[in-house]
């Protein structure tokens, strides 16, 4: 069984950046599937970021696409999240997740437990 | 704003049948995938494609969709069931994932 936990600072200051990991267990993230990242603000819904497929490629939310980056590390089966210049209104929970088949981005099968990343204001 | 729209909150009686939907253009392109989260947990996929079901999820959830509107119906709503549900397709160009704003299920 596929299992991932996300990991990082719980606070990043304003203008600074983010830096997340999302380690895998239970599967390889060498595996042709889809690797997502999730956030949710305090008390709203989802918002999907962006996702990187096994084979290297990406795929951005447009609004965020200016700051972020997700990048995989193979050797430590792991997969990142980078966003830039962040704001109060970055503040989230961030999910890392995986698509339940491998030949598509969505449905998101597998999730991390969740990281709350505070940016104060 | 999402491209998907879903009501902000729904309740059914214990043991009723509720509906949620879920519209959107691309809707009548993709499939909806709908997603289960109850505070301080992550989300938990229910359905996804037509109407499946991964393990482990009881046979009271299902989905249906016609035109531009999906729909995840629970048959015999428990207690256990009251959460927040997510619906989750592409976006009206195919090209980025979106989800809906989130309906809030009370069972009374």
């Known amino acids: 069984q596929v299992q991932l936990q996300e990991s990082g600072p719980g606070l990043v200051k304003p203008s600074e950046t983010l830096s997340l990991t999302c380690t895998v267990s239970?599967?390889?993230?060498?595996?042709?599937?889809?690797w997502s990242w999730i956030r949710q603000p305090p008390g709203k819904g989802l918002e999907w970021i962006g996702y990187i497929y096994y084979s290297g490629s990406t795929n951005y939310n447009p609004s965020l696409k200016r700051r972020v980056t997700i990048s995989v590390d193979t050797s430590k089966n792991q997969f990142s999240l980078k966003l830039t210049s962040v704001t109060a209104a970055d503040t989230a929970v961030y999910y890392c997740?995986?698509?339940?088949?491998?030949?598509?981005?969505?449905?998101?099968?597998?999730w991390g437990q969740g990281t709350l990343v505070t940016v104060p204001s | 704003s999402s491209e998907l729209t879903q009501d902000p909150a729904v309740s059914v009686a214990l043991g009723q049948t509720v509906r949620i939907t879920c519209q959107g253009d691309s809707l009548r392109t993709y499939f909806a995938s709908w997603y289960q989260q109850k505070p301080g947990q992550a989300p938990v996929l229910v359905i996804y494609g037509k109407t499946n079901r991964p393990s482990g999820i009881p046979d009271r959830f299902s989905g249906s969709s016609s035109g531009n509107t999906a729909s995840l119906t629970i048959t015999g709503a428990q207690a256990e069931d009251e959460a927040d549900y997510y619906c989750?397709?592409?976006?009206?160009?195919?090209?980025?994932?979106?989800f809906g704003g989130g309906t809030k299920l009370t069972v009374l």
């Open positions: 989750n397709s592409w976006d009206s160009s195919g090209n980025h994932l979106v």
């Open positions: 239970g599967g390889s993230v060498s595996s042709a599937h889809y």
């Open positions: 997740a995986r698509g339940l088949l491998g030949t598509s981005a969505y449905p998101l099968g597998y």
